[in-house]
């Protein structure tokens, strides 16, 4: 359904300087039925790769498919199957919600009823609203409603869930969920990694405009070295556990007592630990194990946490 390869964007003039390469080789492509993810922190491309595959603009260099088509010079007969909700809706704000909805469907080929689409997004009993009166949440599902207007086979979703509370973002994840069954394609970018492990069947991580890592979700986060901790039993050291590397162990720290090992073979480890531990008859306090999370693997892969802005993982834990 998508096909990317090698696309490149420049803003500014041919020549200028390069720091301006927003996008700098990326390549990847996406199934019929696929939710593909791209994350990366601020400014790392997404939204200049993702506006590529809406043709809005046209690439530096590269190559885009959409439906098999170029999105940019073939417009016409891409843009009627494809649903895209951008960062910024921009509607006018004083036109009630239903207004909008109506006005934006006598500009979309085939479009669904409006109350349909507004049901959809939760916003069924808000349609008298005047869009200037919406909560920001409100207006990210309003322009998600438009985006789903014309039954779209491809949905492009721009950080759909900035500023929506848990509870709607849940009944977001739930209707990306329905349309994926229904074999909507979606292309996702988001901040929220919690989200990208929900959703996303395949994600990919940029940074400085290059994708850096792609694979499923479980095979990013493989890639990343589990943990282990626990109390060492008083009277006892480090060294006197069995060889690390022999339980698969990669690194170890160890600060007041408290034990941290990183191993990539969790299983292995955590088995040699424990069999040494009942062999000594000892108890470990506060044991805990568990395989790296994507949040984890993103912050080694995308950026140190300090490059990570605020907020970004704000979703994991609600
Ligand atoms: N219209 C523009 N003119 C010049 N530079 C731009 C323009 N739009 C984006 N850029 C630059 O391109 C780079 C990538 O920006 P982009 O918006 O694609 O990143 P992003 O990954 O979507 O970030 P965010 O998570 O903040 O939305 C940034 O350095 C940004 O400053």
Redesign the pocket.
Known sequence: MIEVSQLR?R??RPGEDK??E??RGVSFTVRRGEVFA?L????????????LLEGLARPTGGEVRVLGHDPYAQRRLVRPRIGVML?EGGFPSELGVTETATMWAGCTTGARPVAEALALVGLGGRGGVRVKQLSGGERRRLDLALALLGRPEVLFL??PTTGLDPEARRTTWELVRRLREEGTTVLL?T?YLEEAEALADRVAI?RE?RIVTAGTPAQVIGAHPARIRFAMPAGWFVGDLPPLAELGVLRHEENDGRVELQTSELQRTLTGLLLWARDKDLELEGLDARTASLEEAFLAIAGVPGDV?AGVFAGRGE
């Open positions: 964007r803003y500014g720091g301006c927003a996008v791209l990366g922190t601020n400014g790392a491309g997404k939204t200049s790769t993702v506006e960062q721009d950080e970018t901040h940029m405009g802005p």
